[in-house]
């Protein structure tokens, strides 16, 4: 499993990842072993990229909270 693939499952399942997530989503992400360009992805909402970044050829479904305004 890829590390975005382990911190998205850990996000659904540990209340105080997913607030922090909600805080400063770019430095969680970091800090949890993601890439610039998995972070970008996330941050951009292309769900294509995700898809293709994770290696989930099913796209395991993954509510991706990001900052639209970015």
């Known amino acids: 499993m890829s590390d975005m693939n382990t ?3 850990q ?8 607030e922090a997530y ?11 072993g ?3 360009e998995e ?9 294509a990229r ?3 970044l994770s290696g989930d050829k099913e796209m ?3 509510m991706i909270i990001s900052n639209p305004t970015e």
């Not at 909600?22 to 949890?32: E, I, T, Y």
């Not at 972070?39 to 769900?47: L, N, P, R, Y």
């Open 7 to 9: 911190f998205f499952t």
């Open 11 to 18: 996000l659904g399942t540990d209340a105080a990842l997913l």
């Open 22 to 32: 909600k805080l400063d989503p770019r430095a969680v992400m970091k800090s949890n």
């Open 34 to 36: 993601l890439t610039q």
């Open 39 to 47: 972070i970008e992805a996330v941050m951009s909402g292309d769900k």
């Open 50 to 52: 995700v898809s293709q």
């Open 60 to 62: 395991a479904m993954y």
